[in-house]
């Protein structure tokens, strides 16, 4: 794996009025890097990834990001009134201006890569749930961005279809795309990620590797959150 480092964040602060969401969090990582944020509701993971790209302002501190990130929300923000592929290639016609038989022939790799080959020319209210999640993440690569961002993305899913997504993301993941997951899926961080931060109240309370994290956890609330989390 590359050592590159491709993001570095230094004493990132986001203050809403007084409360902190993040609270003077120092992060980097490398190209090629798998990282799973972990922790309970309203720890500062979502809105530490959206300081990464820019949909929050930061308060204080410094991002240094080299490239482009791909944001796949917890809800799939598909246009409903564009195809599948439509979708996938509205925003490199528009925006990077590529012509639109290559968009189009990029979309079709992207869709065959998501298993859903077929639905090129179906309406997102003809899809399921997982399905949506899958073109939205086609979208997002179709931009071909340097580190893809996932927030929570099977959080919206029946347990049933929430395999499908992450057998998606699996497969980038054996590819070594550049990821940055938040997730409450402890199985997939366990198997997939490099590291593993652990949040809560704003702050990076733990991180590690898998092992250290899931087997070794020092901090008495991860303990905490890990033992919720299995009772779950």
Sequence with gaps: MSRET??????????????????????????????AIIGPSGSGK??????????????????????????????FNLFPHMTCAENITYAPIKVKKEKKENAYEEAHKLLKMVGLESKAN???????????????????????????????????????????????????????????VVTHEMGFAKEVADRVIFMD???????GTPKEIFDNPENERLISF???????
């Design 201 to 207: 109240g704003g702050v990076i309370v733990e991180e």
């Design 46 to 75: 979502s809105t530490l990834l959206r300081c990464i790209n820019g949909l929050n302002s930061i308060t204080s501190g410094q991002i240094e990001l080299k490239g482009t990130t791909g944001m796949v929300f917890q809800h």
């Design 122 to 180: 179906v309406y997102p209210a003809h899809l399921s749930g997982g399905q949506k999640q899958r073109i939205a993440i086609a979208r997002a690569l179709a931009m071909k961005p340097d580190i893809m961002l996932f927030d929570e993305p099977t959080s919206a899913l029946d347990p049933e279809i929430t395999g499908e997504v992450l057998n998606v993301m699996k497969l980038l993941a054996k590819e070594h795309t550049t990821m940055i």
């Design 6 to 35: 491709i993001l570095e964040m230094k004493n990132i602060v986001k203050d809403y009025s007084g409360f902190k969401a993040v609270d003077n969090v120092n992060f980097s990582m490398h190209k090629g890097e798998i990282v």
């Design 226 to 232: 890990l033992g919720s989390m299995l009772r779950a």
